[in-house]
């Protein structure tokens, strides 16, 4: 396989590399024959759904792979050296000086014991081959560019003296300070919210364009490709699939797997709500042997052709390659799209029912009070909810949005029951239930599908025993899923499933409030559009009013009716989702739109993007004016004295800001 | 019906159906397990049939073969009184079992029911449960097993009484802990949100998700336990002789070790096995229950 010329100015060659990990119960083949280049100062981004092999292709370069995890063929050339035919002590030497690693995770990746200064120093000395002071100062100087304030004195902190973002900037400058040659990066930003992912973004694209450093990057979300990279790499059970210039490859994709993925992300420019698509089945078992085209079984457009041989990239415009027997992928062919029945979309146009609430929050509040040991010391308050009234129509979806911390969860924790509200008033016109964020942790694992979707009907003595497995059947139906599931036990089902039987649990007791927080932010981006498409069939079928708590603004945007947006324990703006998208009023919802990444590098090019900087205060501090004052890029002088009150400034839109009016 | 003979059809042959014999699986049991078993289950039958071997009893005397070095009348010798040392170590180590696996007992019911009290319902009722298992803990287990068969007495009874007070609050503290980290998990949420009642929590979704590691720390303890007891014993404060146990079997033979070592080694090295093997049976379960350390 070597469709691509060598060039003189590759950092990076990759040939026909396999990665497999020796398990006990048979052999993984993580990476089945990758190849690619990589020049000075390019940008490439690898996507792929968990499972494909994008990550295990990433440590591959450097052989950092973990345990029964190997290379056992291919090339890969750093720098003109091959990595495969290194010894471990010369793998050392360019580790940390040709190429620079960020992981996933910026809580795990730096020792909790050691000084950021004495993890990033001792690096610095041995690759650069200079002494203490020097490195010291190389250490302070990245710190600062990568936007450490005060760094002469952070560099003296712990790890757990930062917040995540502040760890991943240090991630970052420990990669660069090197100056490597390339950084690999793992989804460094799936950890962050989005106005941090945003400002990390935009750090690495900067700073990549400064030293001229090639980057590869692995993530999952569309969008930040877009707004990222120069070249994209799709991965698909180990291999390549396609393989351009990110500008192509948005603009026309040829690989039908790209291609559903592209149509996954729900659109926001256009106000008409068309179910999303949705890939169906599963990713292969890696553990199998492949026959023919790995795809094949979840590809609208496969034909006999694919069962008995796998395509190989090929070219098909200018530096796009894609790995597909059909020269234009689904297009021009059917797609998976056509098959699904339409009628949602047109039911829709039924004339809405006349308002009455079942869900009505007055001012509510929620306060932690935290004693010290110390009897002597002052107890501190966390403010997590600070007077939030809302309401929710029947038959409606209610979208809260706002960054980890600004007590969306706490909300819903208090609407459910789970925890007590320190004032404020809910009521709630029947009950409600809940659909929780992990689909890994919210089930018993010792319990069968079975027992858990009927233990609301069991504990609230609903009906006889016929009567329970009679709606349990029902219920397992109704969320798209096969009667033979209730036998399993959760750890058989894959994420989506486990999410559908999350979803028949909360309808089990009927009722009139369903509160899903983050239902889909564990979930791979083809099986989010399964979920999205469930909840939006089921609030239509059932008049079951939604509150649907995420960070994703776009899932948000789709789902939901009205938007309410939090900011540290307050609602800073609401109103109906397309107005409160198109034409935000509360600077904090601006920025928050445009940290998201809009998924076509045409539009990110063009886009002017103003981020917030810094990140959310402390809850345990009172301030007297605005909340968002310390981030605000329009702040007054008004802003810092007094709090705006949340108001209503037109027919159906409140803000809490001084400049709306 | 139908579709059960077709599958038999091919055995029908040899076994008619009415006769065919389940094969046995025992898909749970790995490598260490196996070990476990391996060394426990000879151990066992040979204590449970002690009675019906050849042996001499193990309290009677035979003053004419005294100190006899192991032959195939006395595999483990004979001890000063010719005492047969071998039918004496069986019947010191169905004792340590009895003792062993009624402390794992004791100590596991007791821990899972207070702990699971402790960690469900916090505050006041933590508080004062905690209390008093670390009063307990600050003693050394066994001294407080030491003293406390000084004041009860010696025999079966206290001796099990006196190791299980030091290991129920250890195992109080582990269930407490175990309730602790699965008190936040989003199905306990999830059955709150439907007003489940503390009683259906704890039976349904606490207790399945701890037995499993105060199995693996049950196992361990019951060695401790067989331990701790064949050194009370040895200290002369646990059984009695003559009546036999490990730990004063290997008392009396200590005084001769120059002139019969078999006295003492031989009953040691069965403690030994004994206590291995339950360490590999507790890693066994572990293994087995744990899924990430399966793969």
Known sequence: MTFMPKIDDAVLQVRDMHTHFNTDTGVVKAVNGVSFDLRRGER????????????????????????????????????????????ERELNGIRGKDVGTVFQDPMSSLDPVMRVGDQMIPPIMRHLEIGQKEAQAIAIEWLDKVGIPDAKQRIKAYPFEMSGGMRQRVMIAMALSCNPRLIIADEPTTALDVTIQAQIVELLKNLTAETGAAMLFITHDLGLVARFANKVGVMYAGRLVEFGPATDIFADPRHPYTQSLLRTIPDTTVAKRDRLLQIPGFPPDMKMPMVGCS??????????????????LEFRTENHYAACWLPAGLDGGKTAEDDAPKETAKSASVAPPPRQDVLEINDLHKHFVKKSMLPWAEPRTLRAVNGVSLRLNRGETLGIVGESGCGKSTVARMLLGLEQPTAGQIYIAGAAQMVFQDPYSSFNPKMKVFNIIEEPLVVTRKGTRAERAEKVRSLVTQVGLDQSYLDRYPSQLSGGQRQRIGVARALALNPSVVVADEPTSALDVSVRAQIINLLCDLKEQLGISFVFISHDLLTVRYISDHIAVMYLGEVVEYGPAAHVFDDPAHPYTRALLDAIPSPDPAREANRKIQLISGELPSPLSIQTGCAFASRCPKVMAKCRESKPPIKAFSKQREAACHLVD | MTKMFLTLRKQHWAFPPEFHLPRLSLPHL??????????????????????????QKPLQTNLRAIMQWPSHVHPFGTDRMGRDVLSRTLAGVQLSLVVGFSVAFIAMSFGLFFGTLAGLFGRAVDRAIMTVVDIFLAFPSLLLAIGLVSIVGTGLGPVVMAISLADVPRFIRLQRSLVLSLRSRAYIDAARTVNASQWWLMTRHIAPNTISP?????????????????????????????APSLGNIIRDGQTYLEQAWWISTLPGVVILLIAISLHFLSDGIREALDPRARK
């Open chain 1, 44 to 87: 490439i981004a690898i996507v792929g759904e968990s499972g494909s092999g994008k990550s295990a292709m990433a440590m591959s370069l450097i052989r950092l792979l973990a345990f029964p995890g190997k290379v056992v063929s291919g090339e890969i050339r750093i720098a003109g050296k091959d990595i495969t035919r290194l010894t």
């Open chain 1, 295 to 312: 795809f094949r079984e979840r590809c609208a457009a496969a034909h006999d052709y694919c069962k008995s041989s796998a395509p190989d």
């Open chain 2, 30 to 55: 790995n490598q260490k397990m196996i070990i476990a078993l391996v060394i426990l289950v000879p151990i066992l039958l040979l204590t449970t049939f002690a009675d019906w071997l050849p042996l």
């Open chain 2, 214 to 242: 105060l199995l693996v720390a049950a196992s361990i303890a019951a060695a401790h336990a067989i331990l701790v007891e064949a050194s009370l014993s040895f200290l002369g404060l646990g059984i009695m002789p003559p």
